[in-house]
């Protein structure tokens, strides 16, 4: 497969595995929810979870049963849970294609228990310790929803789950949120449950709990710190993802003259430019002028508004049409464009649009190239 627009996304497949193999070493006795939700936070789900389940991680986490379903599809058969909330009508394809559920609200324990399900639905009733986003908050209702799922004939409860809102930036409430889960759940006989798991990248690259069996695995599977000031490590992750385009145009303009939509640029000189394949539609967004991108190893500015599809830089010299563009990647790190406008990594990367085509690579080879915005078929 080609494509035929110079910009793209390069997924390095032996980063996803290194950085299994580094937190294995760091959790050895844990099992691995590798969190691929949001097409693999930009990467690409299905060759992530093929290549981190191939690295020894166990199961897999994604947002929605759409996203789960997808895995399926592409067939993958290792366990998922489906982290966000699934609509109890639906819940019977999950229990088809033994998709885990998370079971978030006593009202919907109350109607799943009742549902006419010809299999069982695996479910991890999700504990809310202080994020205030899904889950049950009191002793109460989480032991009374506890002992329901644990006695009704079509559920099987197989997980106890909390998630932590303040891991890379607020060591005080991170230890508040723990204490609580574990107030939460001091009632409950957890003999028979399987996975008990509260830990994100931020909250896994730090401590250690002995009460939990399994870690949720996101940003850090794809080589990313979430807070590197916060979180300093003694070893390294591999970033795998980056982003390059192609120059389309060179060329020279006058000293006053105007760049782009709004003619918001004014070159200061006589000045070289050059024309960049990628823009908003490709996740790009706007907020990125000003900011910027790496030619030939010198770092040239963003010049004038992003367009829909295009963008102009301001070049030190003339270069030629081709000349490699690098937007994410060597001497331009992910958390660094971020920080630029104000974001995280995670939100640079899940922006990437479906247009921006996936190269993967391993061994340093290109193994697969994903369109998924393009791959209706055929057209010869
Ligand atoms: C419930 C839950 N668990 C785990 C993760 C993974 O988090 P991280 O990417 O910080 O590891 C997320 C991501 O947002 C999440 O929502």
Redesign the pocket.
């Known amino acids: 497969m080609s494509f035929y627009r110079d910009t793209w996304a390069e997924v390095d497949l032996d980063a996803i595995v290194y950085n299994v193999q580094q937190i294995k070493k760091l959790h050895p006795n844990k099992k691995i ?1 590798a ?1 691929v ?1 949001a097409n693999g ?1 930009g990467h690409g789900d299905v060759e992530v979870s093929r290549v981190a389940l191939l690295a020894g991680v166990t199961n897999l ?1 994604v ?1 929605g049963l759409d996203e789960a379903l997808g895995l399926r599809k592409a067939g993958i058969e290792a366990p998922i849970l489906v ?1 966000g909330m699934t609509r109890l009508k639906d819940v019977s394809i999950a229990a088809q294609y033994n998709i885990a559920l998370t079971a978030h609200d006593e009202c919907w324990i109350s109607k799943l228990v009742e549902l006419p399900l010809e299999t069982p639905v695996k479910v991890h009733l999700k504990i809310d310790s202080g994020m205030h986003r899904l889950g049950l908050t009191t002793k109460e209702k989480v032991k009374e929803t506890f002992e329901l799922l644990k006695a009704a004939p079509k559920v099987e409860l197989e997980g106890v ?1 909390t ?1 932590m809102a303040t ?2 930036c607020d060591a005080d409430y991170l230890e508040y949120q723990i204490k609580t889960f574990e107030s939460l759940i001091e009632d409950l006989d957890l003999s028979s449950i399987k996975y008990v798991h509260i830990e ?3 909250t ?1 690259l730090q401590r250690e709990f002995e009460f939990d069996h399994a870690i ?6 794809y080589g990313i710190n ?1 807070d590197a000031k916060f979180i300093p490590l003694e070893f390294d992750l591999k970033p795998a993802l980056k982003l390059y385009s192609k120059i389309t145009q060179v060329k020279r303009i006058n000293k006053g003259d105007k760049v782009g939509y709004g003619a918001t640029y004014t070159a200061e000189n006589d000045e070289w430019i050059g024309v960049v394949p990628i823009g908003y539609a490709d996740g790009w967004i706007r907020a990125h002028q000003g900011r910027n991108v790496i030619v030939e190893g010198k770092e040239c500015e963003i010049i004038g508004r992003v367009c829909m599809d295009q963008l102009m830089i301001r070049l030190p010299h003339e270069v030629e049409m081709g000349t490699m563009v690098t937007l994410i990647g060597d001497g331009m790190p992910v958390e660094r464009v971020a920080d630029e406008i104000g974001t995280i990594s ?1 939100e640079i990367l899940c922006m990437l649009s479906d247009r921006v085509p996936r190269v993967y690579k391993q061994n340093g080879k290109i193994t697969t190239i994903r369109k998924m915005r393009f791959d209706h078929g055929d057209p010869s």
């Open positions: 929810f969190v939700k936070y986490a947002s982290l789950f998630h891991a890379d994100n990248t931020a896994l949720r695995l996101g940003l850090g599977l979430p995670y």
